[in-house]
C-alpha cells in the first residue's frame, strides 16, 4: 500500500436496494476506520457513506454476453485502482467481480471477502447445482474468506472447499430492531383501524420480489382454498417483480380479489408487520431471509417452507410452522391451523421476538466487522 493513501474496499451486489437495504452499517463502518469506501452494482445513484458508485451491467443469467461486458469491465476497474479489500454479495455479482479478479495477476489481487447470502443450491438437486457449483468452485481459489448463513451452506462450502483461506459462519448481515418491533395492543388497533382492516380480520403477509424462487403461485392457490371457508382471512403480498401480473391474473382465476391484497413496493415494512397477524412464505431457497426475519422482530409467528435459511429461524411449535416446500396440501393444513390458533399465538409471538435478539444489528456488525479487520490484521503483518 502506499504511503499516504487511505486503503481502499469495494462492495459489490446485483441491485443498489441490496446495498441500500442491508449494507449501510458496513459502508459506514469502514469509513470510519480510514476506508476509502466503493460500490458496484447494475445501477449508480448516491449511496451515504459511499465515496464512489461504479455502475456494471449485471444480467441474471450467468452466461448472457452482458455479463462478460461486465467481467472486462470490472477488470479495468481493478487495473486502474488498487483495492486493498474486495466484499462480495448476491451469487450473480460476486460471481462477476471474482471472475475479474481472476484474469489480473495475483501481485495485484485484493482480499476478497465472499458474502453467500443462500447457495441457489442443495446438495439434494444431484447433477443441477452444476450450474451454480461450478462457478463458486472455479472463484474459490481467489476467495480469501468465505462468509455464510446457515448451517446446510456452511456444510456445501466445506464439503466442496469454496474458499482459499477462511470459512466463517456468520448471523447474516443483522437486523436493525428500531425499524422494526410491535406496537402496543392500543396503537395496533388503531393503525389496523386507519388502514381499513377490522379486529376480526386475520392478516397473513408475504414481502418478496414476484419471482420464480419466491414462489408467491403456491401460496396464492394454497391460501383460496383454506379461505374459502374463513372469509376473515386475507393476504397481502408486498413487492414487485417478474411475476407479479401473472400472479394477479392467477388471484382473478381464483377468486380471491376481495382476500389478496397487492401492495407492490412497500418501502416500510416496519410499520405493515406489527398490522398483521400471521407471517408466511413459500420461497424455495433461502440463505437467511430478512422478510422473515423482520416480521418475527415485530412479533408474528411464520408460516413457512422447510428450506436452509427458513430452518434458522421457524423453530415448529415456537416460533411457527413449517411445511414440506411445494406442498399445497401440507402448506394448506398449516394455513388452517395457524387461522385456528388465531387467538392462541401470545407464546410464538413470543419465542420470535426472542429469538430474533440473536440477529440483531448492534450485535452482528461488530462480528462481521471483526471477521475482516482480523483477516486484514494477519495479511499485513505477513
Not at 435459511?309 to 394448506?332: C, I, N, Y
Request: hydrophobic share 40%; glycine share 4%.
Amino acid at each position: 500500500m502506499a504511503l499516504n493513501r487511505k486503503p481502499k474496499i469495494l462492495f459489490c451486489a446485483s441491485t443498489l436496494g441490496h446495498i441500500l437495504h442491508f449494507h449501510l452499517p458496513y459502508l459506514q463502518a469502514f469509513r470510519s476506520l480510514g476506508y476509502e469506501v466503493w460500490v458496484v452494482a447494475s445501477s449508480s445513484q448516491e449511496i451515504p457513506f459511499a465515496d464512489f458508485v461504479i455502475t456494471l451491467p449485471f444480467e441474471k443469467n450467468l452466461t448472457s454476453p452482458r455479463n462478460l461486458q461486465a467481467i472486462w469491465k470490472a477488470r479495468k476497474l481493478f487495473k486502474e485502482h488498487s483495492f486493498d479489500v474486495v466484499s462480495t454479495h448476491t451469487t450473480l455479482a460476486s460471481a462477476v467481480i471474482r471472475a475479474a479478479i481472476l484474469t489480473i495477476p495475483a501481485r495485484q489481487r485484493p482480499l476478497v471477502f465472499c458474502t453467500s447470502h443462500g447457495y441457489l443450491f442443495s446438495e439434494k438437486e444431484g447433477w443441477k447445482k452444476w450450474r451454480y457449483l461450478l462457478p463458486e468452485k472455479l472463484c474459490a481459489r481467489i476467495t480469501d474468506v468465505t462468509l455464510v448463513m446457515n448451517h446446510e451452506d456452511l456444510e456445501i462450502a466445506r464439503q466442496h472447499h469454496l474458499y482459499k483461506g477462511q470459512l466463517c459462519f456468520t448471523d447474516g448481515m443483522g437486523l436493525d430492531l428500531k425499524r422494526y418491533h410491535p406496537l402496543s395492543e392500543e396503537a395496533r388497533k388503531a393503525a389496523r383501524k386507519k388502514a381499513g382492516y377490522t379486529d376480526t380480520d386475520v392478516l397473513f403477509v408475504y414481502a418478496a420480489e414476484f419471482s420464480p424462487r419466491k414462489n408467491q403461485a403456491l401460496l396464492l392457490r394454497a391460501f383460496a382454498s383454506v379461505s374459502k371457508r374463513h372469509p376473515k382471512m386475507k393476504l397481502l403480498l408486498a413487492g414487485t417483480g417478474a411475476l407479479e401480473e401473472e400472479c394477479k391474473e392467477l388471484a382473478k382465476l381464483l377468486h380471491m380479489e376481495t382476500q389478496v391484497q397487492f401492495l407492490g413496493y412497500v418501502d416500510r415494512m416496519g410499520e405493515l408487520y406489527p398490522l398483521c397477524d400471521v407471517s408466511a412464505t413459500s420461497s424455495r431457497i433461502e440463505g437467511l431471509p430478512f422478510n422473515v426475519m423482520e416480521s418475527m422482530a415485530c412479533g408474528l409467528p411464520v408460516v413457512a417452507s422447510d428450506i436452509k435459511g427458513h430452518r434458522e429461524l421457524v423453530l415448529p411449535g415456537k416460533t411457527g410452522f413449517l411445511f414440506p416446500s411445494g406442498d399445497q396440501e401440507a402448506l394448506e393444513q398449516q394455513l388452517e391451523a395457524v387461522y385456528q390458533l388465531r387467538d392462541q399465538l401470545d407464546s410464538y409471538r413470543h419465542n420470535a421476538l426472542l429469538h430474533i435478539q440473536r440477529y440483531r444489528l448492534d450485535r452482528v456488525l461488530p462480528d462481521n466487522i471483526k471477521i475482516y479487520t482480523d483477516v486484514i490484521g494477519r495479511t499485513k503483518k505477513k
